[in-house]
């Protein structure tokens, strides 16, 4: 149980749909009951009127609200405002002020004591109103020149101030300069009205000034002379605030006779009845309401303030006293004896206490046994293991999504037969799945397996009898709606894919029949996917040509639905026995798209390389700094520290800050890679369509664009694949056999590392699509018609030799070609 927490003492949920502001809640003893015990009364903006009697011992009653509830009026306009005071003349009675944004109403509240186990009953009676011809905005209350009970000043929203004095008008003044309406209260020690206008300065208002100034029929113009008798109106005293108001009050005890209190959205202000300063206090978050009462401290006053972080705090003047949070955000705050009542904008009507309960916990006593660490460590195994499984089944999405509505769980199963001549020990399963998708677990051991066996597997591990491991691989696919689901087509959108076939166009729903359920469009023209993510991506299909138009907001996004809507194009003209059918892409290529996913991705790792060097700076300062501060402590004379301590403080901060930073860059990385290597997929899957490369070249161009699963610290896509394409360009793509052969005959090459930007990259990846589209083939063997040496270079890491370290020699006897590697191995092949 926290100390800093307020005490829910009683509370209750005022409707639902309903929403309440700062003037919705007042208290008081409204149906003079004479007992003591103030009621609360709360107005909505619905126009549902409650009044409250909270008692302790409704606390842990099951209808307590509804046992406090003394009476719920519905009326027939929004509620603006309520207060409680002596509004009906000769009488000292308290009655109900009710401001509507056309009309002010006072009601009387009266109570009738029951004969059975019902209770009393209350009924609520109009007294009389004012009808109103401006929309208003909020009231104030006092005895206005001093006269007997409580008159009633509305503040319109075009800036008139009119003083109802009981059931009569009095007079209407127009506030001069005035824009929007401010917070209203009246000071009944200096007999004056006090509110804060546009120009951010709160300006003051004395009652006889206000009585003789010019009589408001209509807005006049401030520079112009008034047309009728009396005097212009001018505020008695002015104060610059620099700020908007949310709320004044003048408290009324005595210690505080001379106290203007003003909350203002950053600071809060206490001045005196002469427009200077007390004292002011800068607050450190956003305030939504506050409440002046009284100090045990002559001198003092305390105040409760409510912000917009859930917190409830009392204050002694400028001095913090105690925090209480709430569980939601107060708008209205009031006090009952010793109890807070506090108001959510939602209709959360809470009484509460600070403090902490007295607990009965007594400690047991502790029985002195030796503990068993064997127990212990095997409880500890066990929670190791909890941890891990944990770790490993966390989810993973993006686009700021809720967890639960990114993880879709997916069982499948895949049953290759495994035949073995004996006895299969030591069976391991392997599941290996790439990001964003996971596994709830990626291995299995299973039970000893006779001769022939069906297994559930993507990988197998084995032992023979001779202890060698055996390996069985078996891949899948997982279906679409594991990744998306069906959506509205999108109409406008910044990337676009044409494929073209040489058959007629198809339903769409007929080719997705998953996603045609919750089609819109029954005609099968088109078809939208959403992503998990939020990505959407849309399918359109001409109804006169032979095209298919994919198109989305995110280039990466579309490789997916490219490529299903390939494969099931060639599983449905092969159900129908069409054995010609053909799917093309007429280009152009879309390089640039896709380089705005290299240059994205190369950012974040110059980012990440930018953070790991102010890493090591900062953490070479810190240790620095500890040598010195220790070698001070240890020295048997005491020297000043000079600052030490505060720069080993602040270099720890920027070490943390810059430690969150790059773990932040980590994951934007990860998440860059996994859209890189999309749009590398498509880009590849548009190139075999483009120029109807087989399965083998198709397998060539996606090992040279894709030789990494992910990224390293020590090597990175960019460098990777960079020397992919240009071991093609000077080899297989080469312009003639004479430069191929010159390219094959250089030896070494620069060691892979992060380069200075991707023009190179770009530029080699332009220039391998151009030679693609010219007729290149892509192809292994080698197409030199000369003998050359050939030295592999060696992708897996920078610093690192070849791959078999030894010549490999090439040369043509006779119609065929020799290879010679190292001296002893030879291969023949046709030329």
């Given at each position: 149980m926290s100390l800093f927490k307020a005490r829910d003492w009683w509370s209750a949920a005022l409707g639902e749909g309903e929403e309440f502001d700062q003037g919705c809640l007042c208290v008081g003893d409204v149906d003079n009951s004479g007992t003591g015990h103030d009621k609360v009364v709360v107005g909505s903006y619905m126009g549902m009127l409650r009044i409250f009697s909270p008692h302790a011992n409704t606390k842990t009653s099951e209808g307590g609200p509804a046992e406090a509830l003394l009476l719920e009026v519905q009326l027939h306009n929004a509620i603006v405002q309520v207060e409680v005071g002596k509004f009906v003349s000769c009488s000292d009675l308290l009655?109900?002020?009710?401001?509507?944004?056309?009309?002010?109403?006072?009601?009387?509240?009266?109570?009738?004591?029951?004969?059975?186990?019902?209770?009393?009953?209350?009924?609520?009676?109009?007294?009389?109103?004012?009808?109103?011809?401006?929309?208003?905005?909020?009231?104030?209350?006092?005895?206005?020149?001093?006269?007997?009970?409580?008159?009633?000043?509305?503040?319109?929203?075009?800036?008139?101030?009119?003083?109802?004095?009981?059931?009569?008008?009095?007079f209407g003044r127009f506030l001069p300069g005035f824009l929007l309406p401010g917070p209203l209260v009246y000071n009944p020690r200096t007999d004056s009205v006090l509110t804060v206008s546009s120009a951010r300065q709160l300006e003051s208002y004395r009652y006889e000034t206000l009585a003789v100034?010019?009589?408001?029929?209509?807005?006049?113009?401030?520079?112009?002379?008034?047309?009728?008798?009396?005097?212009?109106?001018?505020?008695?005293?002015?104060?610059?605030?620099?700020?908007?108001?949310?709320?004044?009050?003048?408290?009324?005890?005595?210690?505080?006779?001379s106290s203007v209190f003003v909350l203002g959205e950053r600071n809060l202000y206490c001045l005196r009845d002469n427009s200077h300063i007390r004292f002011m206090k800068k607050l450190e978050f956003n305030p939504s309401?506050?409440?002046?009462?009284?100090?045990?401290?002559?001198?003092?006053?305390?105040?409760?303030?409510?912000?917009?972080?859930?917190?409830?705090?009392?204050?002694?003047?400028?001095?913090?006293?105690?925090?209480?949070?709430?569980?939601?955000?107060?708008?209205?705050?009031?006090?009952?004896?010793?109890?807070?009542?506090?108001?959510?904008?939602?209709?959360?009507?809470?009484?509460?206490?600070?403090?902490?309960?007295?607990?009965?916990?007594?400690?047991?006593?502790?029985?002195?046994?030796?503990?068993?660490?064997?127990?212990?460590?095997?409880?500890?195994?066990?929670?190791?293991?909890?941890?891990?499984?944990?770790?490993?089944?966390?989810?993973?999405?993006?686009?700021?999504?809720?967890?639960?509505?990114?993880?879709?769980?997916?069982?499948?199963?895949?049953?290759?037969?495994?035949?073995?001549?004996?006895?299969?020990?030591?069976?391991?399963?392997?599941?290996?799945?790439?990001?964003?998708?996971?596994?709830?677990?990626?291995?299995?051991?299973?039970e000893p397996m006779g001769q022939c066996v069906c297994v559930c597997v993507t990988e197998?591990?084995?032992?023979?009898?001779?202890?060698?491991?055996?390996?069985?691989?078996?891949?899948?696919?997982?279906?679409?709606?594991?990744?998306?689901?069906?959506?509205?087509?999108?109409?406008?959108?910044?990337?676009?894919?044409?494929?073209?076939?040489n058959q007629p166009p198809v339903d769409l729903n007929a080719v997705f029949p998953e996603f045609a359920v919750k089609s819109e469009d029954k005609d099968g023209n088109s078809l939208a996917f959403q992503f998990l993510s939020g990505a959407k991506v849309t399918v359109l299909a001409s109804r006169t040509s032979q095209r298919y138009r994919i198109q989305s907001d995110r280039f990466e996004d579309m490789w997916m639905v490219v490529k299903e809507l390939v494969q099931r194009f060639d599983q449905h003209f092969s159900k129908l026995g069409v054995k010609d059918f053909k799917k093309s892409f007429s280009g152009p290529l879309p390089l640039q798209e896709y380089f705005l996913s290299v240059d994205h991705h190369f950012q974040l790792r110059v980012s990440a390389q930018q953070y790991q060097d102010l890493l090591s700076e900062r953490a070479v300062q810190f240790r620095a700094i500890q040598r010195r501060l220790l070698t001070r402590f240890k020295d048997k004379t005491p020297a000043p520290l000079q600052n030490l301590d505060t720069l080993l403080d602040a270099t720890y901060s920027q070490v943390m800050a810059l430690a969150e930073a790059a773990e932040q860059n980590r994951a934007l990385l990860q998440e860059a890679f996994v859209r890189l290597r999309g749009a590398t997929h498509l880009l590849v899957l548009l190139l075999t369509l483009w120029q109807g490369l087989s399965p083998d070249q198709?397998?060539?161009?996606?090992?040279?664009?894709?030789?990494?699963?992910?990224?390293?610290?020590?090597?990175?896509?960019?460098?990777?694949?960079?020397?992919?394409?240009?071991?093609?360009?000077?080899?297989?793509?080469?312009?003639?056999?004479?430069?191929?052969?010159?390219?094959?005959?250089?030896?070494?090459?620069?060691?892979?590392?992060?380069?200075?930007?991707?023009?190179?990259?770009?530029?080699?990846?332009?220039?391998?699509?151009d030679r693609i589209g010219k007729g290149g083939r892509l192809t292994l063997a080698s197409e030199a018609n000369v003998p050359v040496q050939v030295q592999v270079q060696n992708l897996a890491a920078p610093g690192e030799s070849g791959r078999g370290g030894g010549r490999r020699e090439e040369r043509k006897e006779g119609g065929r070609r020799v290879r010679e590697e190292g001296g002893g191995r030879e291969v023949n092949g046709a030329s």
């Open positions: 009655h109900l002020a009710v401001l509507h944004p056309r009309k002010c109403s006072i009601f009387s509240v009266s109570g009738t004591a029951g004969n059975v186990e019902h209770g009393d009953q209350y009924q609520l009676k109009l007294v009389y109103e004012h009808n109103l011809k401006r929309t208003v905005c909020n009231m104030t209350y006092g005895a206005f020149g001093g006269v007997t009970g409580h008159s009633l000043c509305i503040q319109s929203m075009d800036g008139m101030l009119m003083f109802f004095e009981q059931d009569s008008y009095t100034a010019t009589e408001a029929e209509s807005r006049q113009d401030p520079d112009l002379n008034p047309k009728t008798g009396g005097k212009r109106l001018t505020p008695d005293w002015t104060c610059v605030l620099g700020e908007q108001a949310l709320d004044l009050c003048v408290p009324s005890y005595s210690h505080a006779s309401c506050f409440l002046p009462f009284a100090s045990v401290t002559d001198g003092t006053t305390n105040l409760l303030l409510g912000n917009h972080t859930n917190m409830l705090l009392v204050y002694q003047d400028v001095t913090l006293k105690w925090a209480a949070q709430l569980s939601f955000v107060p708008v209205a705050v009031r006090l009952i004896k010793g109890v807070v009542v506090s108001l959510s904008s939602d209709g959360h009507l809470l009484c509460s206490y600070m403090g902490t309960d007295p607990s009965f916990f007594s400690t047991p006593k502790v029985d002195a046994r030796e503990a068993d660490y064997e127990q212990v460590d095997a409880e500890m195994k066990k929670l190791q293991r909890f941890i891990r499984e944990a770790s490993r089944t966390q989810g993973t999405g993006g686009g700021g999504a809720p967890l639960k509505q990114l993880v879709k769980t997916l069982h499948t199963t895949c049953c290759p037969p495994v035949k073995a001549r004996c006895v299969v020990q030591s069976s391991k399963m392997t599941v290996a799945i790439q990001p964003p998708l996971a596994v709830t677990q990626d291995q299995f051991v299973l197998v591990c084995a032992l023979c009898s001779s202890g060698v491991p055996r390996v069985l691989q078996a891949r899948f696919s997982l279906p679409l709606a594991l990744l998306c689901v069906p959506s509205s087509p999108a109409k406008t959108t910044k990337f676009k894919i044409t494929v073209d076939t198709t397998a060539i161009l996606e090992a040279t664009l894709l030789p990494l699963l992910q990224d390293t610290p020590q090597l990175g896509w960019e460098e990777s694949c960079d020397a992919a394409v240009s071991h093609l360009l000077r080899s297989c793509l080469s312009r003639s056999p004479k430069d191929q052969a010159t390219s094959l005959a250089q030896q070494g090459g620069p060691v892979l590392g992060l380069p200075r930007d991707t023009a190179r990259l770009k530029k080699h990846i332009a220039l391998m699509c």
